[in-house]
């Protein structure tokens, strides 16, 4: 990270005048193993955080005054803390700082002002949550300026607010979760509804985890996203109707949702018989790791993909052509849609000898059906957000 801090510095002594009195943290992205759209049902995901990161520099002001200044967009913004924090229509990327400084006010926390400089390395639009990263190290380096007290849970809860009540963005905890939590070498099994969580050694062996961007990310996905939560919820009102027990999605089980089926539009079935098996999955999954079984993690991976076409429709077509093309290469045991959908990456279970051949077959193949230059990461679990420099 050194090279980092130095990058940081350089740029906030551009902008500011100087570096001096900083504050450097970083947060990372995050890739979902397995378990998508489960978060918001109060279900189970399998997350790990990733070596790509939001890197911000903070130091206070002796006023009431915010500036921020994102150096990938080279644009700054400023505003007072003497006023209300209000959502900003035009410079929409400075609305996941705003919103944290926000949900810091409405728990009581007192401000003073600051000066912020960030950049990322996480790929815009790839669906590996740099917004929950960005909301994340803000609320991490504001914490260590003010010396709040707030337990990591608590702190993503409060970015979770940010995201859900100031961007307009019905998020689950997940992104934020695992930005805080992740552990080197460990991916994250989340209980979403109480909170409890498990660092699951990933000893993938000669596997590794692929992360291929399809280069897309459709405008569907903030729409569809709180399309996909309304259906959920109805789902739940008539489940709970005949089982009173349900509260979310988590509650119910297959034979729940196929009494309930004529009750249904075929719609509202599907998107619950998602989620239900999904949570499933996870659960298989993380025992399918523990007892070293790789083959039936990458099946319940596949099937996963499948589901999320299928039954969640948040697949899009070059999504399943670089699944399609993955499932074809040798040494490929799985391969899924991760994030919310309609675009972003695929994550690939893959055995560390296939790499090349995954990038040899399905890369020119992608790009002669789509047009677009797809890019591959190969990630190790990494940390979660930390203090580099203070």
Not at 45 to 66: E, G, H, S, T, Y
Not at 107 to 131: C, H, N, R, W, Y
Not at 239 to 250: G, K, N, T
Not at 361 to 390: C, F, H, M
Request: contains cysteine; aromatic residues 8%.
């Amino acid at each position: 990270m050194r090279r980092e801090v130095t990058v940081i510095k350089q740029a906030f002594a551009k902008v500011f005048g100087d570096a001096d009195g900083l504050t450097i943290v970083r947060a990372p992205g995050r890739v979902n193993l397995i378990g998508e759209h489960t978060d918001y049902n109060d279900g189970y995901v399998f997350p790990m955080a990733i070596n790509f990161d939001i890197v911000m520099a903070v130091r206070k002001r002796p006023d009431q005054l915010v500036r921020i200044h994102a150096l990938d967009l080279a644009r700054t913004v400023a505003f007072s803390l003497a006023d209300p924090i209000g959502y900003d229509a035009e410079e929409r990327w400075s609305n996941y700082l705003r919103g944290v400084l926000w949900a810091l006010q409405e728990a009581g926390v007192k401000l003073d002002g600051m000066e912020i400089a960030f950049f990322g390395t996480i790929p815009q639009g790839s669906g590996l949550s740099s917004s929950a990263a960005l909301e994340v190290a803000t609320a991490l380096a504001v914490k260590h300026l003010t010396g709040f007290d707030l337990a990591l849970p608590e702190l993503a809860l409060l970015c979770q607010k940010a995201e859900n009540d100031f961007v307009g963005m019905k998020c689950g905890i997940m992104d934020q979760f695992i930005s805080l939590l992740g552990r080197e070498g460990r991916a994250l099994l989340l209980d979403c509804r109480s909170l409890d969580y498990e660092q699951i050694p990933l000893e993938l062996g000669d596997y590794r985890i692929l992360v291929c961007h399809s280069g897309v990310k459709h405008s569907l996905v903030d729409s569809e996203y709180n399309r996909r939560r309304a259906e959920c919820e109805t789902g739940v009102r008539i489940l709970a109707a005949e089982f009173p027990a349900v509260r979310a999605l988590r509650d119910a089980d297959l034979d729940m949702l196929t009494a309930c089926r004529d009750r249904m539009a075929p719609v509202i079935y599907q998107r619950c018989h998602h989620v239900i098996t999904e949570n499933e999955r996870v659960l298989k999954s993380v025992a399918a790791l523990k007892a070293g079984d790789l083959k039936r993690f990458g099946e319940l991976l596949n099937q996963s993909h499948d589901s999320l076409r299928e039954d969640y429709a948040v697949s899009c077509a070059e999504i399943d052509l670089l699944v399609t093309l993955a499932r074809k290469v040798e040494g490929v045991l799985g391969a899924r849609i991760t994030g919310g959908g309609f675009g972003g990456c695929t994550v690939n279970l893959i055995h560390v000898e296939a790499i090349d051949d995954f990038k040899r077959q399905v890369l020119p193949e992608y790009r002669k059906q789509t047009g677009i230059e797809a890019q591959v990461y190969v990630s190790t679990a990494a940390n979660g957000a930390e203090i580099l420099w203070d």
